[in-house]
C-alpha cells in the first residue's frame, strides 16, 4: 500500500517527522520474536493484557470519529472495521487468554504500564477533543504501526501457535491495508481542512501516539 503513495500526505510527513520512533516501534524485536515463535509466553500474555485494555477506549474514540466525520461516505468504513474489533479480535483476545492462562483479574484489570496509561489518556484526549483531525490522528498511529510490523511476517509461519500467527493475521492482509488506507486518506482531508491550531494539535497527537507505540512495545519486552 505504502509503495504505490508517491505523493508527501499529511500522513506521510507525520510520519517522518516521528521516523526515530516509528522505525522503533516497527521493527521491534518484540514483534520479530513474535513472528518466529521465540517471544517468551510470559512477555506476550503481559503485552495482551495490556492491550485488551485499548479497546474500550477505541471504540469510544472511533464512535465519537464515526460521529464527526464529514460525510455518511466517510462513517462507514469504521464503522465497519469497528465491527472487527469487536467482533473476531474481541475474540481472538478471549482464546488467547485461555491458551495462555491469563487470570481473570488481569483481564478485566491488569496493573498498568505507563505507556498503557499514557495511551489510553491520549485516545480520551481525541475523543473528546471535538476535532476530527485529533481523532483520526491517533486512529491512524494505532493501525498503520501495526500494519507496518506485521506486513514483513505475513503470512505467518504454519508452525506458530495461533495467538502468535492470528495477531500476525489481524494486522496483515488485503483487508486491513483497506482500512489503514482508508484512515491514512481521513488524516490527509482533515489535516487540509484543519486550521493552523487544528493542525498543531493533531500533528501533536500523531508524534506522541507513535512515541508510545514505542514505549509500549519496550515495556511489554522488559523481563518478566
Not at 83 to 88: H, K, L, Y
Not at 105 to 130: C, E, H, I, Q, W
Not at 131 to 155: D, G, I, K, N
Amino acid at each position: 500500500m505504502d509503495a504505490q503513495i508517491t505523493a508527501k500526505t499529511p500522513s506521510e510527513m507525520l510520519r517522518a517527522r516521528s521516523a526515530e520512533d516509528w522505525e522503533a516501534a516497527t521493527r521491534h524485536p518484540f514483534c520479530a520474536e513474535l513472528a518466529a515463535g521465540t517471544l517468551p509466553t510470559t512477555k506476550m500474555a503481559w503485552y495482551l493484557a495490556q492491550d485488551y485494555s485499548f479497546i474500550d477506549g477505541f471504540v469510544r474514540l472511533a464512535a465519537s470519529a464515526i460521529a464527526h466525520a464529514p460525510t455518511l461516505e466517510d462513517r462507514i468504513p469504521l464503522a465497519q472495521f469497528l465491527g472487527v474489533i469487536t467482533g473476531p479480535e474481541n475474540t481472538y483476545f478471549q482464546r488467547s487468554f485461555e491458551a495462555l492462562g491469563v487470570a481473570e483479574t488481569d483481564r478485566v484489570n491488569p496493573d498498568l504500564a505507563p505507556a498503557t496509561k499514557g495511551f489510553r489518556a491520549l485516545m480520551d484526549d481525541a475523543a473528546f477533543s471535538g476535532e476530527y483531525a485529533q481523532m483520526v490522528a491517533v486512529l491512524t498511529v494505532a493501525e498503520w504501526s501495526y500494519l507496518t510490523w506485521a506486513t514483513p511476517f505475513a503470512p505467518p509461519r504454519s508452525d506458530l501457535p495461533f495467538y502468535f500467527a492470528e495477531w500476525i493475521d489481524l494486522h496483515a492482509g488485503e483487508g486491513f491495508e483497506g482500512v489503514v488506507a482508508y484512515l491514512r486518506g481521513q488524516l490527509d482531508k482533515a489535516w487540509e481542512a484543519a486550521g493552523f491550531e487544528g493542525r498543531d494539535r493533531a500533528g501533536a497527537a500523531f508524534a506522541r501516539a507513535v512515541a508510545l507505540e514505542r514505549a509500549f512495545f519496550d515495556a511489554a519486552y522488559q523481563d518478566r
